[in-house]
C-alpha cells in the first residue's frame, strides 16, 4: 500500500523548534518511520492559478514531507474562518463563539477541492488516503468527485459535539454528509463517534448498524482509535533533558520550591483562566501554599489573528498580572506566564521538574501533553497529573486526578491534594498511567487505522454490490430510498 497523509498542519523532521500542536508533533515520528507520504499546507499562500501546487517536496524519513501554497483568495476564509471559527468552536461545545461570513463555507470548499486535485499527482492503484482532522471534512467527497475508488479514512483529532450544537454550524448537513464519502472515519473517544452517528441518524435519516453508516455509494465505517505517544522515548527524553541549560536554570530558581506546570497553546478550550482563577484560590484560601509553590504556565501564541484567541491573550495577561500583583513577593512570583513555546527534548525536562502537572480543558479532543508528564516522570519519585474529565485522556488516565474544569474550587483542592500527595501512591497512580500509554502507544494508533482502513475498503467493495443488488427496497430511516449507488452529493462515485 502506498499511504498518502494528508493534514493542514505538518512538522518538518529537521525542525529543531518547537511544536505547533499534538496533530503534527504525533504524526511526525511515525509518518517518518512508515515511508508514508505526509501532504499539507506550507504555511504560505499563492495568487492565481498554480501548475505546480507544491511550493516544496523533501525527504521525510523513508518517505516525503510535500507541502503546497495554498490559494491567497480562499486561505482567510478557509483557515481563520471556517475551520477555526465555526468548526472549532462547534466541534468543542462553544457555538456561541461561531463568527462566519458568507463566503467562508466556500472557501473552505475550494481549498478541500484544490487539495484533491493536488492529490491526484500521487494517486496510483495502490494508494490509500488517510485524511487528517476538520480542516478537511469534504476531502474524501472531493476525491470520489475526481473518481477515486482507492481507500480513504478520515481520523478527526478533536472531539464531536453533541448534534444539537453541530447543527450551529453552516451547512452542516451538506458538510457532515460529505464526511461519508471515507471508507473509515476515526474518533479519540467513544462519546465523540457516539455524537456523530446519532447526527447521522436523526440529521441525516441514515441507517446506521454497529458504527456503520449505509449510503448510497457503500458504507462508512466509524470507529475509536484514541491517539498515543511513544511513552518510553518521552521517557528517555525527559531523563536527558535534566541537564539541560533551560532545566537546570529552572530547577536552580525554584530554591526548593514546589512547581506546578501547565503547557497550552493560548485556546478558549483549554480552560485557561479557570486554571489562573484556581491556582489563585489554592493560594488564598490555603496560604501555606504561598512561598513554597508556583505555576509556571506555558501558553503558546495560537491562531492570533482571530478575534476570540485575541481577547484570551488579553485577559490572561490581565489576569495572571493581578495574581502575581497581589499575591507576589520581592523574592517570589505564584505564576511564570510565557507567551512562548520550547522544543520537546526541553519540555520533557520541564514536566519532570514539576510536581504537578495540571491539564484542565474545558475540552480536547485527546491533550497529548497529559500523556507526555506522564512518561516525563521520574517513576521513583513521579509528580501528580491532574486532569480535566473532559480531555479525550481522561478515558485512559483514570488514575489522574481527574477534575471539573468549570469548578474552581474543585481544582484548587485537586492540586492542593496532588501537592500533599503521599509518594506511595503517587507511584501507583503514575505506574497504571504509564502501563496505559505503553499500550496506546502513538505506533499502535497509526498501525491501528491503516489496517482497519484497508478491511473497511474490502468491506465497502462487498457492500456496494449487495447495496447495488437491494437498491430499489432499500428504505432510509429519513424516509426516502436510494436507487443506485453512484450519485452522492451530486459527484458521480465508484
Ligand atoms: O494547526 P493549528 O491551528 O496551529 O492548531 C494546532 C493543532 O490543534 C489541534 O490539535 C488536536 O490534535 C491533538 C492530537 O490528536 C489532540 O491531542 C488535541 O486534543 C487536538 O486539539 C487540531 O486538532 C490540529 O489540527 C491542529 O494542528
Ligand atoms: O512549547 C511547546 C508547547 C507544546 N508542544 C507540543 O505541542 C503538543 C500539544 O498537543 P496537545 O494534544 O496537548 O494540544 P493541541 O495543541 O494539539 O490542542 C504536544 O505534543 C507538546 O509537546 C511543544 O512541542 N512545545
Known amino acids: 500500500m502506498n499511504l498518502v497523509v494528508v493534514s493542514n498542519r505538518v512538522a518538518r523532521a529537521s525542525a529543531n523548534e518547537p511544536m505547533t500542536g499534538g496533530l503534527a508533533a504525533a504524526l511526525l515520528p511515525v509518518v517518518e518511520k512508515s515511508g508514508a507520504i505526509w501532504v499539507g499546507s506550507s504555511g504560505r499562500v499563492r495568487d492565481g492559478a498554480q501548475r ?25 476564509g478557509y483557515y481563520e474562518g ?6 472549532w468552536p462547534a466541534l468543542h461545545s462553544r457555538a456561541d463563539l461561531i463568527r462566519v461570513s458568507q463566503d467562508d463555507y466556500h472557501s473552505y470548499r475550494e481549498v478541500n477541492g484544490f487539495m484533491a486535485r493536488a492529490l491526484m499527482r500521487f494517486l496510483k492503484p495502490d494508494t490509500a488516503f488517510w485524511i487528517q482532522d476538520y480542516h478537511f471534512l469534504a476531502l474524501g467527497a472531493e476525491l470520489r468527485a475526481l473518481g477515486v475508488t482507492q481507500p ?56 446506521v448498524t454497529d458504527g456503520v453508516v449505509t449510503t448510497a455509494r457503500g458504507i462508512a465505517r466509524c470507529e475509536v482509535f484514541p491517539i498515543g505517544i511513544d511513552a518510553d522515548l518521552f521517557a528517555q527524553q525527559a531523563q536527558k533533558a535534566t541537564a539541560h ?75 495572571v498580572s493581578d495574581v502575581n500583583g497581589r499575591l507576589g513577593e520581592a523574592d517570589w512570583t505564584p505564576i511564570r506566564y510565557l507567551n512562548k513555546g ?41 509528580g501528580v497529573l491532574v486532569l480535566s474529565k473532559f480531555a479525550g485522556a481522561a478515558q485512559e488516565l483514570d488514575t489522574a486526578l481527574l477534575v471539573n474544569p468549570h469548578d474552581v474550587e474543585g481544582m484548587a483542592r485537586a492540586i492542593d491534594t496532588a501537592l500533599s ?49 437491494t437498491a430499489p427496497a432499500l428504505k432510509m430511516a429519513g424516509g426516502w430510498s436510494r436507487r443506485s449507488p453512484v450519485a452522492f452529493s451530486g459527484a458521480i462515485l465508484r
Not at 350 to 376: C, F, H, I, S, W
Not at 377 to 382: A, K, L, T
Request: a negative charge; charged letters at 20%.
Open 52 to 76: 505546480e501546487p507544491f511550493a516544496e517536496i523533501e525527504q521525510l524519513g523513508s518517505g516525503a514531507l510535500a507541502m503546497l501554497d495554498l490559494p491567497a483568495a480562499h486561505y482567510g
Open 82 to 87: 471556517f475551520a477555526n471559527s465555526a468548526l
Open 152 to 207: 480513504i479514512g478520515f481520523f478527526l483529532h478533536t472531539p464531536w459535539a453533541s448534534p444539537a450544537t453541530m447543527g450551529c454550524v453552516p451547512h452542516n448537513r451538506d458538510l457532515i454528509e460529505a464526511m461519508l464519502a471515507y471508507d473509515l472515519i476515526g474518533f479519540q473517544t467513544e462519546e465523540d463517534r457516539s455524537n456523530f452517528l446519532s447526527y447521522v441518524k436523526a440529521e441525516l435519516g441514515f441507517v
Open 245 to 319: 541549560p533551560d532545566v537546570s536554570r529552572l530547577r536552580k530558581s525554584l530554591n526548593g520550591e514546589k512547581l506546578v506546570i501547565g503547557v497550552d497553546r493560548l485556546d478558549y478550550s483549554k480552560g485557561l483562566i479557570n486554571r489562573i482563577n484556581a491556582f489563585d484560590r489554592l493560594l488564598t484560601t490555603r496560604p501555606s501554599w504561598q512561598r513554597t509553590v508556583s505555576l509556571l504556565q506555558i501558553a503558546t501564541p495560537s491562531r492570533g489573528a482571530i478575534e476570540a484567541y485575541g481577547n484570551l491573550q488579553g485577559e490572561l495577561a490581565r489576569l
Open 342 to 382: 520550547f522544543r520537546q527534548g526541553v519540555l520533557a525536562g520541564l514536566y519532570r521538574t514539576a510536581q504537578v502537572g495540571l491539564v484542565t480543558p474545558l475540552q480536547d479532543g485527546m491533550n497529548l501533553v497529559a500523556k507526555e508528564y506522564v512518561a516525563a516522570q521520574n517513576p521513583i519519585d513521579p
Open 421 to 469: 500527595m503521599p509518594v506511595t501512591e503517587r507511584r501507583l497512580r503514575w505506574e497504571a498511567m504509564m502501563a496505559k500509554l505503553r499500550r496506546g502507544s502513538v505506533q499502535a494508533w497509526f498501525s491501528d487505522f491503516v489496517t482497519s482502513l484497508e478491511s473497511a475498503n474490502d468491506a465497502n467493495s462487498e457492500a456496494v454490490g449487495a447495496i447495488a443488488s
